[in-house]
């Protein structure tokens, strides 16, 4: 056992955020900690790690054991570069290498040769250390660097940048390639998959699947708890309950349980029902009270089931269309973009050539950095390309999610941000679709600048809901959301009926949505049929290389 948490507790201002949390975590495991947002998940990493104090309860840890975290740029010193940084993750190695140069310089000495006795504890030194130094991977620190950096995205950077002028994003990942040449025997991941491309992602559910420690993961990535995770425990109302198996065995379990607990407390409410009234109607007679009095000790005796609780609130969406569109969509016909300034400009997207018809589902997809926001602004206006043509078909009206909110207005209340953009919407009307997306009651009053990531996202999904546009045009629209809000935005899609063209990093959502996958390359596009399963089997039929390799080329 690595650890063990008894009866774990924490509460803010007088909420309670955990109550009464035991689990056990072994040697090997590959744990996922599921929930909704503000569950209270990353709070148990922190007290796990020793970053907060539980309120009460207890926490064991193994002797010896080595417990990594991974934070928001965990650990990383600006000022050094990319190689630096992880070179010193093998600082005791790079020690002793250093102390066997310094030996061998002194093996070398003829006066050594001279004195038996300095010469026997030098060469016995000698060996200890190089046998220690061999068996702690030294002579592999610079592949296991090289491999990481590589796999993490980091292949085609000089490894000479400073740190501090790597972006918030690649900080992060940097931070993750650390940790995992840290190898700590408990790592701790609070959504290591976001932002991450296909390469990586694939890249790392295979490390991961391989690494030879215990994982405890946090995530909203389905797909990645499927691939990896062999125990999922759910944060819910403070509480926490362990399930055997990935994702997809847990929501099965979960609903079974659901349904067990349910048919079970309709039994025993019935049992007891007629054992009540068996006691009032027999107590006052002579015949029969003592046998309703026996009956009252049995009722006594029941231990009685709580009634099970109804399942969390969830936001509600549908997207609905005011009026169909013209059955050809779009039509992009040899789009380049450059970025740049003046002499310096470089091409960013080339020959760029799709169409889009009416009610289909389409996703673009790429590496990172590729182009593919770039690309949808441009469909809505927001860049103007240097070459090419695109074509809106005839009563297109669209729809647009930005990943980054920023048509949000920061000092506005939710109300007024939903509201200014319908003024002919009744406010009832209004507060009803912010309910649905969960605003309730004096949240509506809230300044959009004191929102969290999902709350700014439910209330750009809220405004794209009442636009009902024939088209939408979205771009991460699952980042921030937790697993049930997911869900629930999955299913609204799905039964949408007008064209949906989106951007999307969560194979999970792919596979639910898309049926057709637009590949976005360094010289134009590749269209596939399907969804992500389908395009990740089509690549795999076209090299017999496997497909983490297939899509870095």
């Known amino acids: 056992m690595l650890i063990q948490l008894n009866s774990i507790s924490k509460s803010y201002s007088g909420d309670p955020i955990l109550s009464n949390i035991s689990m056990k975590i072994e040697s090997g495991d590959r744990i996922g900690l599921v929930g909704v947002n503000g569950s209270g998940k990353s709070t148990l990493l922190k007290i796990i790690a020793g970053d907060i104090p539980s309120d009460d309860g207890e926490i064991y840890i193994g002797k010896e054991t080595k417990i990594g975290y991974l934070r928001q740029n965990s650990g990383l010193q600006m000022d050094n570069t990319i190689w630096n940084e992880m070179l010193s993750v093998f600082a005791d190695l790079l020690q002793v290498e250093k102390e066997l140069r310094e030996l061998e310089r002194i093996m070398g000495e003829p006066s050594l040769m001279t004195d038996t006795e300095k010469y026997e504890k030098t060469m016995n030194r000698y060996a200890t250390k190089s046998d220690w130094f061999m068996e702690h991977g030294g002579y592999e620190i610079e592949a296991k660097i090289r491999g990481v950096l590589h796999g993490i995205g980091f292949g085609d950077f000089s490894h000479d940048i400073p740190i501090h002028k790597l972006s918030g994003g690649q900080k992060t990942r940097l931070a993750l390639a650390k940790i995992l040449l840290e190898q700590p025997d408990l790592l701790m991941l609070d959504e290591p998959t976001n932002h991450l491309d296909f390469t990586t992602l694939a890249w790392l559910e295979g490390y991961l699947r391989s690494y030879p420690g215990t994982i405890l993961v946090v995530s909203h990535d389905r797909y990645f708890l499927d691939s990896l995770v062999t125990v999922i425990y759910e944060v819910e109302r403070t509480e926490a309950r362990r399930y055997t198996g ?65 399942n969390l609130k969830r936001a509600q969406m549908s997207f609905s269309i005011e009026k169909a569109s013209h059955k050809e969509v779009l039509r992009v016909r040899d789009i380049n973009i450059y970025f740049g300034v003046d002499n310096e400009r470089k091409p960013l997207l080339k020959n760029i050539s799709f169409q889009l018809g009416r009610g289909e589902k389409v996703a673009l997809i790429g590496p990172n950095g590729i182009g593919k926001s770039t690309l949808i602004k441009t469909l809505i206006d927001d860049y103007k390309p240097d070459s090419g043509v695109i074509t809106w078909g005839n009563g297109v009206t669209i729809g647009y999610y930005d990943q980054e909110q920023s048509t949000l207005h920061p000092n506005n209340t939710i109300l007024d941000e939903v509201w200014s953009m319908f003024p002919h919407i009744k406010e009832a009307r209004i507060r009803t679709v912010l309910g649905n997306f969960l605003f309730t009651g004096e949240d509506v009053f809230k300044k959009i600048s004191s929102l969290s990531g999902g709350e700014k996202a439910r209330v750009a999904l809220s405004k794209l809901m009442l636009q009902e546009a024939n088209v939408l045009i979205i771009d991460e629209p699952t980042n921030h959301l937790d697993l049930f809000s997911k869900e629930v935005l999955e299913s609204a899609l799905m039964n949408y009926e007008g064209t949906l063209f989106f951007i999307s990093h969560d194979r999970y959502f792919l596979n639910k949505l898309a049926n057709k996958m637009l590949e976005l390359t360094s010289t134009g596009t590749i269209v596939y049929n399907g969804n992500y399963d389908d395009y990740v089997e089509n690549k795999s039929q076209k090299s017999s290389k496997p497909f983490a390799q297939i899509v870095t080329q």
């Open 246 to 310: 990935n994702y997809s065995k847990y929501v099965e379990s979960k609903e079974k349980n659901r349904e067990i607990l349910a048919k079970k407390y309709s039994i025993q409410q019935e049992q007891i029902a007629k054992m009540e009234d068996y006691i009032q109607r027999n107590i006052t007679m002579a015949t029969s009270s003592k046998s309703a009095k026996n009956k009252r000790k049995q009722l006594d005796r029941i231990e009685r089931i709580d009634k099970p609780l109804k």
